[in-house]
């Protein structure tokens, strides 16, 4: 591999590391938020909301009573 | 980027969220309040809403529900709301955050009434199922969202609607393969394993499908298929086949309009998150607090 390669490696790899490394941050983000969100509306045992979120977990069948 | 991907899942949640709960109110919540009648007719056929708040266990519960009716004859109208009866709130009232249910199973005898909270009849009731459908919706989206991004695919309506069907097949159609949707007052198995069967399911599928689809080699496709297969052969938690009160057309209509109401949800989601995905990208990041 020759230097001019090697710079211009490094040089895109510093900005798209930079565009992953924030794609990644979104990407983890999101994906704890929208589980927090469907555990919020699907599952927590807590009976005031299973009370509240009942008519849509029956519909969207998830495990209920 | 975060910005971005939030704001299109807040929009595309909340879009859905109007078209399903809109679809939930007129075809399934009506078909769940006829069978919590059933339910409840099934049960000693008593007004279980009427019981006092601080009810327990071993309580002269037919003298209880008599004397009640004496006092106040025109109320009792038979319904139950959100299964009051199923001591869900003595369970967790003591117990908060253990993070278990201990599955009662539907079956359960009546006359606990739960000191729980839960949303008065109608209007209440309505506005909470469309907040859960909102919260839902927005999850759903954020999970879109993150794994087509994860998958390194741009999400366009068409993408995305591809993604939101692969969500559909692993949340919606492979967990109701083992287990159907029920109606309150259905014979089931303990909610434990219920919810465990389901959840390994949807990550089972959801694997699977992305091994099938986005890896697409032999090898992976082999490997999805047994992912895909794998939890209807386990099986889902067995339901003891008792006779129950529901008429069998209800709860057959129930399954076919629910199925179909998610995949209406998540159709939405798709489409609607490549299109705010797309026009938050062209917008200033200023107006993207929709």
């Known amino acids: 591999m020759s230097t001019t390669a090697q710079t211009l490696g490094t040089q895109s790899l510093g900005t798209t590391g930079l565009r992953a490394n924030e794609g990644r941050a979104a990407v983890a983000i999101a994906a704890f938020l929208g589980l927090g969100l469907v555990f919020l509306a699907g599952f927590a045992p807590a009976s005031a909301l299973h009370n509240a979120a009942h008519d849509f977990r029956h519909t969207q069948n998830f495990p209920c009573h | 980027m975060i910005i971005r991907l939030l704001s299109a899942a807040l929009v595309a949640g909340f879009l859905a969220a109007v078209v399903a709960t809109g679809l939930q109110l007129a075809l399934t919540s009506p078909l769940i309040i006829a069978a919590e009648r059933y339910e409840t007719h099934a049960s000693l ?15 002269d519960l037919p003298a209880r529900v008599a004397r009640t009716r004496a006092e106040d ?67 759903y989206a954020l999970l879109l969202g993150a794994v087509m991004l994860a998958c390194g695919r741009v999400p366009t309506p068409e993408r995305a609607l591809g993604f939101a069907v692969a969500g559909f097949l692993a949340v919606a159609l492979a967990p109701a393969l083992g287990l159907p949707p029920e109606l309150p007052g259905s014979e089931a198995a303990p909610l434990a394993a219920r919810q465990a069967w389901w959840l390994m399911t949807a990550a089972s599928t959801a694997m699977g499908l992305y091994l099938m689809a986005i890896r697409r080699v ?15 052969i386990a099986g889902a938690p067995e339901v003891a086949a008792t006779a129950s009160p529901l008429p ?7 399954a076919a309009r629910s199925l179909a109401i998610a995949f209406v949800f998540w159709a939405t989601i798709g489409l609607a998150f490549g299109w705010a995905w797309a026009a938050f990208g062209r917008t200033a990041p200023a107006a993207a607090h929709a």
Do not use: C, K, Y
């Open chain 2, 45 to 59: 056929d008593l007004p279980a809403f009427d019981l006092p708040e601080l009810d327990l266990p071993g309580l």
């Open chain 2, 73 to 139: 004859p025109a109320s009792p109208l038979p319904i139950v709301l959100a299964h009051a009866h199923s001591g869900h709130g003595a369970d967790h009232g003591s117990g908060q955050g253990s993070g278990q249910d201990s599955g009662q199973g539907s079956g359960q005898e009546s006359g606990n009434a739960a000191p729980a909270w839960q949303p008065g009849p109608g209007l209440p009731r309505m506005a909470f199922t469309g907040l859960a459908t909102l919260i839902g919706g927005v999850g």
């Open chain 2, 218 to 232: 032999p090898i992976t496709i082999l490997g999805g298929l047994v992912l895909v297969v794998a939890p209807h």
């Open chain 2, 248 to 254: 069998a057309g209800l709860a057959a209509q129930f």
